[in-house]
């Protein structure tokens, strides 16, 4: 993968350019395996939730960062994008209140906060 902190600030940026709520980056990687970073946010309705990961895909796209796996939809109130490093989540608020993925990863490195 291309410079990892380039990619997670593109990534960041896409969201933050659809207007996602609350953008979070977690940095994970001394406690998990499974990736280096957590990218968390929040949409206020499933077409601005749908329109956040397009823009994310697009841009990352761009740089040549294809996404490995998709879970999720508009439907389900959450949508996982799996990059491999980096892990991108869209959540309805409400759904992102209930899974609470910052105090799930408390242990990581906020870094990028809002």
Do not use: P
Request: net charge negative; charged share 35%; glycine share 4%.
């Amino acid at each position: 993968m291309k410079d990892i902190e380039k990619i997670v600030k593109l990534a960041r940026n896409a969201m933050e350019d659809k207007k996602a709520i609350d953008v979070k980056v977690i940095y994970i990687g001394e406690i998990s395996v499974m990736a280096d970073y957590f990218i968390i946010c929040s949409a206020s309705s499933s077409a601005q939730m749908e329109a956040i990961v397009d823009n994310v895909a697009e841009e990352l796209a761009k740089e040549k960062v294809f996404c490995k796996k998709t879970e999720g939809n508009r439907n389900s109130g959450w949508i996982l994008m799996d990059y491999g490093d980096i892990v991108v989540h869209v959540f309805m608020r409400e759904d992102r209140e209930f899974y609470n993925l910052e105090r799930i990863w408390r242990d990581g490195k906020v870094v990028f906060d809002d």
